[in-house]
């Protein structure tokens, strides 16, 4: 028997071990903001992964104990899958590039902007920077569902460097068929 997403989603709001395992979430996706409509996020994400990865009710309390452990564990899981499935949103990819935690991301923003320094549209190394992890940003936050999809196309375009400045060419192709003129 399959479990029904709305059934699960009104445990999770009301079964202890599932409104921890919710807190817990929403914590971890939205760095304790505490904002309500977050927290309601996080237990339909929680639903929606109970749903997707247990066949009963039965075959989730097998594998959440109700201690703490199982509970962490199965936020982790929770936390995981939304992470790989999540849509990329502008300020998603931005804060990738800012913070530096994706060093092929970085390294096409430095590519765009050296293209903008050798072309016309050269403002000076800060400018240049800026407008390439803009296009960047948009481009990718425009065309890939997921940081998995984006790594799909790099794997596509070859190996190393030759993947980072051929993506570096797409983006900046892009910039400049559709730049405002």
Known sequence: MAIDYLEILARVKKE??????ADIVAYKLLQGTGKDEDHVMAEATVAEYITEH???LEDLRQKTSGDLSSLQSLAEGVYGDYQRKR???FQTVKEKISKGEDIALK????IVAYKLYQGPEDKG???NFITAETFVVQ???DHFVSMR??????EELGQGIYALRSFAEEVYRYYCEHKPH
């Open 87 to 89: 849509r990329l949103t």
């Open 107 to 110: 390294t096409i923003t430095d």
């Open 54 to 56: 247990f066949d009963s």
């Open 125 to 127: 190394p800060d400018i």
């Open 16 to 21: 202890p071990s599932l409104k921890t395992v």
């Open 139 to 141: 481009y990718i936050a």
């Open 149 to 154: 999809d984006f790594q799909r196309r790099l």
